[in-house]
C-alpha cells in the first residue's frame, strides 16, 4: 500500500499518534555520567528500546520506526561501530521470536550492503518470520540517511524508464518518487521524538517529516520509557494539526 503524501491530501487525525519515529540518541552520554564505558550505555538502550516496543502496542500504535545507526555513524570509533553491529545481531537473535508472537512485524531499512554477510540474513529471516504480522510494524532504520533515501528512489524511479509525464514541470510527480521511498509501505509519522537534549533531524527521514509533530526531550534514551512516552503523545494531542488551513476552518470542520 502507498500512502498519500500530506502536502497532497489532508491524513485522518487521531488522537494517539498513528505513527511515532524516534531518534534514539543519548546513549554514550547515560553511561559517561555514570562513569560507564559507553557501550554500557548502548547495552542499556536496546532494553529501552524493548520497552517503548511494548508501550507503542498498548497504547494503539500502529507503526514505530526507530532511528538505530545512520550513514554518517561510520565516523564514530571502530571499536564502537563494531560493538554496535554485534548488538545489532544480538538484538535480531533474541528479539524477533518475541515480537512474532506478539504479532509485530519488523522491518529494517537502509543501505544494508555495508553490513556483514551475517547480519543481512539475520535481517532478511526477520523479515519474512514476521511479514505477515498486523498489531504493531516496527522499522529499524539502519545505516539509512534522508538524503540517500530520496537519491536511492530517484535511482529506482529512473532506473525503470521515466514514467509518464506528469502535470507540472516536471515528468514526474511526488507520488511516483514516493512509491520508491524505503518508507513507501508507511504512512508519514505523526510524531518525531528526539530524546538526549538535542534539537536537530539529523538527516533523518527529511521527505517524511514534512508535516510531523516534533517533540524533542532532555532523556536519554535509555531513561526513556512509557511514562516518558505519555508525556511525548500529550504534548501531540495539544497541537492544532491545520496541513495548511486555517484554525478557523478547522473549527467549521473543513
Known amino acids: 500500500m502507498i500512502f498519500t503524501s500530506s502536502t497532497k491530501a ?110 543481512q540474513e539475520l535481517i532478511a529471516q526477520a523479515e519474512r518470520k514476521t511479514a505477515n504480522n498486523t498489531r504493531l510494524t516496527v ?30 514541470p516536471l515528468p514526474f510527480s511526488e507520488e511516483q518518487l514516493a512509491e ?10 505523526d510524531l518525531f521524538i528526539r530524546t538526549g537534549g538535542e534539537q536537530r533531524v539529523s538527516n533523518f527521514l527529511l521527505w517524511q517529516l514534512a508535516y510531523t509533530e516534533f517533540y524533542f526531550c532532555d532523556t536519554f534514551w535509555p531513561d526513556f520509557d512509557g511514562a516518558a512516552l505519555d508525556l511525548a503523545i500529550a504534548s501531540y494531542q495539544e497541537r492544532e494539526r491545520r496541513f495548511g488551513r486555517t484554525s478557523a476552518q478547522l473549527e467549521q470542520g473543513e
Not at 522499522?139 to 506528469?166: E, S
Not at 520508491?180 to 509519522?189: C, T
Request: proline share 7%; net charge positive.
Open 180 to 189: 520508491h521511498l524505503a518508507l513507501s509501505f508507511a504512512p508519514e509519522p
Open 10 to 119: 489532508i491524513p485522518a487525525v487521531s488522537k494517539v499518534p498513528r505513527h511515532i519515529a524516534i531518534i534514539m540518541d543519548g546513549n554514550g552520554r547515560w553511561a559517561t555520567k555514570r562513569f560507564m564505558p559507553r557501550v554500557a550505555g548502548h547495552v542499556k538502550g536496546v532494553d529501552a528500546v524493548r520497552g517503548i516496543v511494548e508501550a507503542c502496542v498498548e497504547r494503539g500504535v500502529e507503526y514505530l520506526t526507530l532511528f538505530a545507526f545512520s550513514s554518517e555513524n561510520w565516523r564514530r570509533p571502530q571499536d564502537e561501530v563494531s560493538l554496535l553491529m554485534k548488538l545489532f545481531v544480538t538484538a535480531l537473535e533474541r528479539e524477533v521470536a518475541k515480537m512474532h508472537a506478539n504479532n509485530i512485524r519488523l522491518r529494517v531499512v537502509g543501505d544494508l550492503s555495508r553490513f556483514e554477510p551475517r547480519l
Open 139 to 168: 522499522t529499524v532504520c539502519a545505516n539509512y540517511g534522508g538524503r540517500w533515501d530520496i537519491m536511492q528512489a530517484m535511482g529506482k524511479l529512473l532506473a525503470q524508464g521515466m514514467p509518464p509525464p506528469a502535470a507540472g
